[in-house]
């Protein structure tokens, strides 16, 4: 069973910086997955979640959601099963929980961390 954990979430204040983790155990084809990142704000169900970037099997391509362009980075290290979320300059309106996503290639099947809080306060 693959199992997906985040950590690295707090309460920040606008402008500073957080980074986020994401390990997959359970496989040893981490380098098989794409993996992602969403956010869920109070409020919003579950398949509201909003994509905020994504990242391809080896890392060289990625995706992100206009509002953070620029602020955070995502990546991958596949020797390691992580997957990070940078996220630098931090605004107010990024509060939300952070779930991470495994993807399996070419498959419908996906797994969920269980979300990390973030709080950005003004």
């Known amino acids: 069973q693959v199992q997906v954990e985040e950590s690295g979430g707090g309460l920040v204040q606008a402008g500073d910086s957080v980074m986020l983790s994401c390990v997959v155990s359970?496989?040893?084809?981490?380098?098989?997955?794409?993996m992602g990142w969403f956010r869920q704000v109070p409020g919003k169900e579950r398949e509201e979640r909003e994509c905020?970037?994504?990242?391809?099997?080896?890392?060289?391509?990625?995706y992100y959601t206009d509002s953070v362009k620029g602020r955070f980075t995502i990546s991958r290290d596949n020797a390691k099963n992580l997957a990070y979320l940078q996220m630098n300059n931090l605004e107010p309106e990024d509060t939300a929980v952070y779930y991470c996503?495994?993807?399996?290639?070419?498959?419908?099947?996906?797994?969920w961390g269980q979300g990390t809080q973030v709080t950005v306060s003004s």
């Open positions: 996503n495994a993807r399996k290639l070419g498959t419908p099947v996906e797994y």
């Open positions: 359970g496989r040893r084809t981490f380098d098989k997955y794409a």
């Open positions: 905020v970037a994504t990242i391809n099997y080896s890392g060289d391509t990625t």
